[in-house]
């Protein structure tokens, strides 16, 4: 049997189980949003049970089902990741569709595809495939290291990129009116590209003669870069899918799925525009759209002098890539707020060399950068203490020490989790 901390006896109103539960985090307290929308839930389901309301709830059943298939056009499933690929053909179920329906076959399918089986028989369930971010870091890595963009590699990688370019609308354009040019992160996911791609696809695609010398790369940069700057929120910074949508309320819906119902700005997000920014000399420190997005880092910067990671584990992560972006971008790498993150970095380098912060940093505020050490989390802290002119510093010679000594054949071997799916939900290794 499951000892009790491993149970769901909250799901269970009998007093052996609530004693069971005991033990399980108090539930947050209802705040006026959350007793609003239980209110109107509670009148809506007794409302259902009035003769004569199935046929309104029929046809939003209806336009609801029309809306969510959709957007599994042009994809390898519903945002083409598990959580929404996983409700999506629950939902088709319970819309009545069989097994032997296409519509259901091909996305239980897209599930399958999802499925890693090892030698020992055992089955593992990736969140979702991710060529396009794995295609332009490697690009990127490779560029940084000095290969030529005019290598058959490199010029393999950018012809590929350009055909991952988004052709059609999305949910985004509500609040963007520029065409279509975002790159997404899987393999088809048309409706959904992010900005954290696109950003990184355009720094790729802007580097080489090609950049300039191919009316096809052109061409796209120019759909990109302006995709990319319809994303800017009113507070200067950039989300990864959409644009103000930034109202917590509604969080406190009761479908809210993971609590993500929103897409803040964030420090991590916005530093890496700034880096790509620097690729193009249209945009330098001095640009409004520049400006406004530095103003949003100030203010989002914590008292001790980090900054949070929404899409990396954590403030390590947050932190590297503002001061990189900042860097990049031409900000004053003396100003104090800097020189403030500089130093959390340095102090929260571990005795080994290296650095590391576990998960639990987006629940306990006292585990900012506190963890054992990892390859990934050293290079993100020394590419923000290099990015801060710290390169010659201690602290910097021996984080490069740690990475070394902890080579393996070519490569580094990483077990803790240091990605960032949903905070508080779920992970990513």
């Given amino acids: 049997s499951l000892p009790a901390s491993s149970g769901a006896g909250e799901l269970s109103r009998t007093a052996a189980n609530a004693a069971a539960t005991a033990g399980a985090p108090a539930p947050a307290p209802n705040n006026a949003w959350r007793k609003f929308f239980r209110g ?39 945002s083409a990741i598990l959580p929404a690929m996983t409700n ?89 009116s520029a065409p279509p040019g975002g790159w997404y992160f899987e393999h088809r996911n048309e409706f959904y590209p992010d900005v954290d791609d696109t950003c990184m696809a355009l720094m790729v695609l802007a580097q080489g003669p090609a950049a300039a010398t191919d009316s096809r790369r052109r061409e796209a940069i120019r759909r990109g870069m302006a995709w990319m700057m319809g994303m800017q929120n009113r507070d200067g910074g950039w989300a990864s899918f959409d644009r103000d949508n930034d109202q917590r309320w509604l969080t406190e819906v009761p479908f809210a799925d993971h609590n993500a119902m929103i897409d803040p700005s964030t420090a991590d997000i916005t530093a890496r525009v700034l880096e790509c920014l620097s690729h193009f000399p249209a945009y330098g420190r001095s640009h409004p759209a520049v400006q406004r997005a530095i103003e949003f880092l100030r203010r989002d910067q914590t008292t001790e002098g980090c900054w949070y990671g929404r899409w990396g584990v954590n403030y390590l992560y947050g932190t590297w890539q503002v001061l990189r972006g900042l860097g990049r971008i031409g900000e004053e790498m003396q100003a104090p707020y800097v020189r403030r993150a500089a130093r959390w970095l340095a102090a929260r380098q571990n005795r080994d060399g290296g650095w590391g912060e576990s998960i639990a940093s987006y629940d306990g505020l006292g585990q900012k950068g506190v963890g054992d050490s990892t390859p990934s989390q050293t290079a993100w802290a020394l590419m923000g203490l290099i990015a801060a002119g710290e390169a010659a510093s201690p602290a910097v010679r021996r984080g490069v020490a740690h990475l070394l000594d902890s080579q393996r054949a070519g490569t580094w071997e990483q077990t803790l989790w240091t990605g960032t799916g949903f905070p508080k939900v779920f992970y990513l290794n």
Avoid: F, Y
């Fill in 88 to 176: 999506s053909v629950l939902a088709l179920k319970c819309l009545g569709h069989r097994e032997s329906d296409p519509l259901l076959a091909q996305n239980l399918a897209h599930l399958d595809g999802l499925l890693l089986r090892d030698d020992s028989g055992s089955i593992r369930v990736q969140p979702c495939l991710s060529p396009v971010w794995d295609t332009v870091l490697a690009s990127s890595a490779l560029l940084q290291a000095g290969v030529s963009p005019e290598t058959p590699a490199l010029l393999r990688a950018t012809s590929w990129l350009l055909g991952k370019q988004t052709r059609r609308s999305g949910d985004w354009a509500g609040r963007n």
């Fill in 40 to 78: 109107v839930d509670g009148i809506l389901k007794g409302w259902e049970r009035i003769p004569g309301s199935a046929a309104l709830r029929a046809l939003a059943v209806k336009r609801a089902a029309a809306w969510m298939i959709e957007r599994l056009e042009d994809s390898d499933g519903l």
